[in-house]
């Protein structure tokens, strides 16, 4: 693998990442190129020295919070995750950077850090917390599994704040460290069912009074000692809310009672802008907040405020909004509460100031900036590219997102470079741009196929070539038709300083009887292997998938069969009877595409291999002598189900353990809604006594929503038939998961089955 140093300037450079599977090339206009990473290239990580500590400024200075500083060091101490939550404003930073100091980390043998995880998916947040713990070259990108893989023996005591991740996707992270404890803070609580949650409120009287009296730079006297508790109490001892009036009492040296007249009666959400209106703010003021909404609560650099203002004071404007408390330094940067935009968006139009943020983005990445000030930018920036989607300024997202997608590439956000890729398709594909379309398209695809996402790889990949063959761009049909080669195993990798047909097949000129060859061997490739037929052109969009497994799920492409042609008769018939419905999926048929994982219970997960051929002799047989303890799923022919005639093919299960899941995650595409979508199930088990005991549970999902579950008994055995009700399938990717839990264990003889597994248009 090249190894490359870069620094400075990003937008120009080629970017080689690789990791244990495959090396990835970003740079060429036309798209990456993804090759199989040789033995000798194959990157390598270490684990830092530990513990390892990543600790904020201390805030020794903190008020009140003595009953939920007991409850943290309780729920330290039985190694309990924490939800601190509340409203923005409220204090959670400052307690969190006050905890990550005093509370006691030494039973955590890997150390103790804190992270803002503002603007951090699932993915890139495990990256964050895996570039923590563990030293690699800046071109390693591992994937999922790998970094679930490291992590497993990591016991740290994690401080995220600002956490934006939902409940579900908390739990897979608490389920990707197991060993290490977590402490999230956040405006909504992140622990469902488990840990310790705490809310935190206003401060107390006493507390909020020497907050105002701290803010307002000298002690009260006795007549306006009484109109400062009237105010922390209408405050109800919100802490920024009390330094912003502290604040304007003092700049404005009028008489306390003024503020106490003008928020009585006020909601919460108007009280800052209560705070606005009094401060007799100039113009350029005015203007600086609208900007910082524009930014949606982000931080924007003092760089960035004196290049949209040309610097005509706008310093000094910054600096007295934050003296007034109405903006947050974070030195030598700036932003305004989420509260705080909310309200001014609902009373100014900031429009044109988002426009003038839009405009910039572009004209300064333009510009090649140092990859450092990029980083630090990257949330205003990504905020400012979503903008532009809601608002449909097409042709801006595709120009700020061509601009900005190799810097996520390079910070190994990759995460992030998928949303971003997703914005740039949506967008080309309303302007009906085919060139860009085909471009976005293979750029998802070598992502995901750099990632080990097989099936999500050739979807994509497959759509861009077929759109570059359409609109004749050969240089990127050919960038593209490689890297599908490299995901059927075909042809050797590419060349990073191949010229001419070098540069594309890998292969040398040769001669037209080479080139001819390989085409064929291509099209076999992906044609002929079961599975492979490409797909129509449907765009598919990336699910959100809560797992935690060791990889991403696959998603599948329903394929349907091309009617042939046959002779009819020139008479019209008018039929009489109801259409059949349409088959939409067949599970056990695609279940080859699905992504397989054995889940035990607190162990973590393991991925599987899906085996396409039956075990000889059984599957006992290989969970003790081939597979090193972990379960077994795959197809088997011609079963003979009990109490039926007919043999079926089926999805043979087999936890190893009991208490283990073997799970099925499909993530098929559809191109419009089914809203009276019908699952049909029917489960057992192959080869089982008639005596033999309940064995498993059968659970299927559909995005995250429980909508079959069954529980063998002996009554029940040995096969279950239930009709499931109507399931909602909306336009795009659904995702679905089959779970075998063997709850009460399994024997020899017991092999859980899926016979029939099936998503029709409606119930047949």
């Not at 800052?272 to 982000?298: C, F, R």
């Not at 009489?576 to 695609?590: M, W």
């Not at 379960?631 to 079926?648: A, F, H, I, L, S």
């Amino acid at each position: 693998m090249q190894n490359i140093s870069i620094s400075g300037n990003v937008a120009d450079s080629v970017l080689v990442f690789g990791n244990n599977n495959h090396v990835i090339k970003i740079g060429d206009v036309n798209g990456g190129v993804v090759n199989i990473n040789q033995a000798s290239d194959k990157p390598k990580y270490s684990a830092r020295p530990t513990p390892v500590t990543i600790k904020p400024r201390a805030f020794p200075s903190l008020l009140d919070r003595e009953n939920q500083l007991e409850t943290v060091q309780q729920a330290v101490t039985t190694s309990s995750p924490i939800s601190m939550w509340g409203q923005a404003g409220v204090g959670k930073t400052s307690f969190i950077r006050h905890l990550s100091h005093v509370l006691d980390a030494g039973k955590f043998t890997s150390g103790s850090i804190y992270l803002n995880a503002a603007g951090l998916g699932y993915e890139d947040l495990l990256q964050a917390l895996f570039d923590a713990f563990f030293d690699s070259a800046s071109t390693y990108k591992p994937t999922t599994t790998e970094i679930l893989l490291a992590l497993q023996d990591i016991k740290a005591l994690v401080f995220l704040d600002d956490a934006q991740l939902g409940a579900n996707k908390v739990t897979s992270l608490l389920n990707a460290i197991p060993n290490s404890l977590f402490l999230f803070s956040s405006t909504e609580r992140s622990l469902l069912g488990e840990g310790e949650v705490i809310q935190l409120q206003g401060l107390p009287e006493n507390e909020s009074l020497r907050l105002f009296e701290k803010e307002f730079s000298h002690p009260l006297n006795e007549q306006e000692r009484p109109t400062a508790i009237k105010i922390c109490s209408a405050l109800r001892g919100h802490p920024l809310q009390i330094l912003q009036a502290a604040a304007l009492a003092r700049d404005s040296g009028k008489p306390i009672e003024n503020i106490l007249n003008r928020i009585t009666g006020e909601t919460a959400e108007n009280k800052s802008l209560v705070y606005v209106g009094m401060a007799s703010l100039t113009e350029q003021e005015k203007q600086i907040l609208a900007l910082l909404a524009a930014a949606g609560g982000n931080i924007v650099s003092l760089e960035h405020i004196k290049g949209i203002f040309k610097d005509s004071g706008s310093e000094s404007a910054v600096q007295r909004l934050t003296s007034l408390g109405l903006v947050q330094a974070h030195s030598p940067k700036f932003s305004i509460t989420d509260a705080l935009v909310a309200s001014i968006r609902s009373a100014w139009d900031i429009a044109s100031w988002q426009d003038i943020l839009l405009n910039y983005a572009v004209q300064w990445l333009s510009q090649q900036p140092a990859s450092a000030l990029v980083e630090e930018s990257s949330g205003l920036l990504i905020h400012t590219i979503k903008t532009a989607g809601e608002r449909k300024q097409w042709r801006e997202v595709i120009q700020l997102g061509r601009l900005l997608e190799k810097f996520m590439v390079y910070y190994k956000r990759w995460q992030a470079w998928s949303d971003i890729l997703n914005l740039i398709l949506t967008a080309a594909k309303a302007l009906n741009d085919s060139k860009v379309t085909a471009w976005a398209l293979h750029q998802l695809g070598s992502r995901a196929l750099y990632l080990g996402y097989a099936s999500e790889a050739k979807t994509f990949l497959s759509q861009a070539l077929n759109i570059r063959q359409a609109i004749g761009d050969k240089a990127g049909a050919a960038i593209t038709q490689h890297n599908i080669n490299t995901l059927n195993g075909i042809i050797a990798p590419l060349k990073g300083n191949a010229s001419g047909c070098k540069k594309y097949f890998g292969c040398g000129c040769g001669g037209a009887i080479g080139l001819v060859v390989l085409a064929v061997m291509a099209w076999i490739g992906f044609n002929l292997i079961p599975g492979n037929t490409p797909p129509t052109e449907v765009i598919p969009t990336r699910p959100t998938i809560t797992r935690t497994g060791t990889s991403s799920p696959i998603p599948s492409v329903t394929h349907t069969d091309t009617p042939t042609e046959t002779m009819t008769s020139t008479e019209t018939f008018t039929p009489t009877t109801t259409p059949a419905p349409v088959l939409l999926y067949d599970f056990v048929k695609e279940a080859d595409t699905a992504y397989w994982y054995e889940d035990g219970s607190g162990e973590g997960a393991v991925e599987l291999k899906f085996l396409t051929e039956p075990l000889d002799p059984n599957p006992e047989f290989y969970l003790s002598n081939v597979s090193d303890g972990y379960g077994y799923t795959g197809w088997d022919y011609d079963v003979p189900m009990p109490g039926e005639r007919n043999k079926k093919q089926v999805i043979l299960a087999y936890p190893y353990y009991q208490y283990h899941q073997i799970v099925g995650e499909y993530a098929p595409f559809f191109d419009k809604p089914h809203p009276d979508a019908y699952l049909e199930v029917k489960v057992g088990y192959k080869d089982v006594p008639a005596d033999d005991p309940a064995g498993v549970t059968f659970r299927v999902y559909l995005n995250e929503e429980l909508v079959f579950e069954e529980s063998s008994t002996l009554e029940k055995r040995p096969v279950i038939y239930i009709p499931s009700p109507p399931v909602n399938i909306f336009e795009g990717v659904n995702v679905f998961r089959l779970e075998v839990d063997g709850a009460d264990g399994v024997t020899t003889q017991d092999y859980p089955v899926w016979a029939i597994v099936k998503l029709w248009e409606k119930k047949p």
